[in-house]
């Protein structure tokens, strides 16, 4: 690959590489959204109750959250192609696993393997086209694995349900394999070794474990806050408030911490850090609450539901890679603060909607407001990593999906509760909700539409509080050989 940063063009080989570093996204991303449709047939399947069958959901999302910083660490000091690699076999035999499971037990822990691997693909993902790629392609190959996460997140529901009706809910997990040998075995031909960032660093153990417990307590929390358990909720909010304290306390003192602190008084790096959880924060609350709009108040059916949804993922699919390459051209910070406001316009237009609302005008809505987080996405994990040194780039990559995934628990529990405000408890129960008038429920949905638009906005804010830098194109930074 050549060196000169004023190329715009991605090589074959410069592609394969993004190609099989995005197969990984592509699979995290489908599996956080493939289970959900089948988990009634999982239920049935081995005869337990709803609440229990949810931990195939919660098991994976909390093992995940919690160990993509130690995934990059480790990375770091072992090599980015082997540990994503092992990564990789470590998710696909979880898979399989999964597809075979004679109980619910076994399920559970075959997902929480499952999700080690997928801690591990994620975690690397940017910071290895960021070390593989140069500069000047940053922004485009970050684009392209965007919107093969998209992708997957997108096609989860829709693949899952597909393959639960035609054979069984094992399929979705057996679906993975195929996928899974073919990037391996082309990644062990295409990833280039290169040396270690770290090797004779150490594994934070204690950080690792302190922040395991916070992340893990914190999604706990939020996914059982607004369930039948909510003193028990609030508990594990608490413990995580603890032992996040405990990390922050230990890591400034570690002589080789977890995440390097001092990274956050760039300001840039802090800020559009936060701006991640932000726009996956009003995302993942729009994509938690429109099925309810539109099942509840328009009264159409929940497949059909779903196609309309496709919208917004849609729009994230278009714009994500055309984003990125354009970031690389003309700099970040434009690109994010004009899919920061196309957002904010897009929730204005959802805010207004009725039950007289075509599903043709909701349709476009929800497609802006994916077109909006698809331009800001890319060119925000673009500009978070270009913030760090080369020796925090594995950390920095592994922190930008804690506060991915953070964003979307965070949005899906604060979204709810604002609806829970908004129209009562009864939201809280769909059967219930059903009682309620359609004039409450719209007001219930216009609260959390405006209250995601603030979000957008509050992200625009902090933009503004960002220095603009010289394109990645235009950047001295040099690129890796290939």
């Not at 059967?431 to 995601?452: I, K, V, Y």
């Not at 603030?454 to 235009?474: C, F, H, S, Y």
Request: glycine share 10%; charged share 10%.
């Amino acid at each position: 690959m050549s060196e000169n940063s004023s190329s715009q063009k991605m090589s074959p080989k410069d592609l394969m590489i993004v190609i099989v570093i995005a197969l990984g996204s592509f699979m995290a991303g489908l599996d956080a959204t493939i289970v959900n449709i089948a988990l009634p047939a999982i239920a049935k399947s081995f005869d337990v109750s709803t609440v229990a069958v949810s931990w195939v959901l919660n098991a994976y999302l909390i093992i995940l959250v919690s160990l993509l910083l130690a995934a990059s660490r480790l990375g770091d000091m072992k090599g980015y192609r082997n540990i994503f690699l092992g990564g990789f076999a470590l998710f696909t035999l979880g898979s399989a696993l999964c597809g075979l499971s004679p109980t619910l037990d076994i399920l559970i822990l075959s997902r929480m393997l499952q999700a080690v691997g997928g801690a591990v693909i994620s975690a690397l993902g940017a910071v290895m086209v960021t070390s593989y790629l140069s500069a000047s392609l940053r922004g485009q190959a970050l684009g392209i694995v965007a919107m093969f996460t998209m992708l997957g997140a997108a096609l989860g529901p829709v693949v899952g349900g597909f393959l639960t009706s035609a054979f069984s809910w094992q399929y979705i997990f057996l679906v993975n394999l195929p996928v899974g040998v073919v990037a391996i075995i082309l990644g062990m031909h295409i990833l280039p070794r290169l040396d270690p960032v770290t090797p004779k660093a150490r594994m934070d153990n204690t950080g690792t474990v302190l922040v395991f417990v916070a992340l893990g307590t914190l999604i706990f929390g939020l996914t059982t806050l607004e369930g039948a358990a909510p003193f028990l909720g609030a508990v594990a909010l608490v413990v995580s408030g603890v032992f996040w304290i405990l990390f922050f306390l230990f890591e400034r003192r570690a002589n080789e911490p977890l995440i390097n602190l001092s990274l956050f008084a760039n300001r840039g790096y802090s800020l559009q850090n936060i701006n991640v959880m932000l726009i996956q924060m009003a995302m993942a609350g729009v994509m938690v609450i429109m099925p309810f709009y539109l099942e509840m108040v328009k009264k159409i059916p929940a497949d059909d539901a779903g196609t309309i949804l496709l919208a917004l993922p849609i729009g994230m699919i278009l714009t994500a890679p055309l984003a990125g390459k354009i970031s690389d051209v003309i700099g970040t910070k434009k690109p994010i603060i004009t899919g920061f406001a196309l957002c904010t316009v897009a929730l204005f237009f959802l805010s207004t909607i009725s039950g007289h609302t075509s599903v043709g005008h909701i349709a476009v809505y929800l497609f802006l407001l994916g077109a909006g987080t698809g331009i800001a996405f890319s060119p925000l994990n673009s500009a978070v990593m270009g913030e760090c040194p080369v020796k925090d780039r594995g950390s920095t990559s592994g922190l930008v999906k804690v506060m991915t995934n953070l964003g979307s628990s965070l949005g899906v529990a604060t979204v709810m509760l604002v609806a829970t405000v908004a129209a009562g408890p009864k939201l809280a129960k769909v059967s219930s909700a059903h009682a309620l008038s359609a004039a409450d429920l719209a007001g219930a949905f216009d609260a959390t539409f405006l209250f995601c638009m603030a979000l957008e906005i509050i992200g625009i804010i902090l933009m503004l509080a960002v220095a603009g830098k010289e394109p990645t194109g235009e950047s001295s930074e040099p690129g890796i050989g290939i």
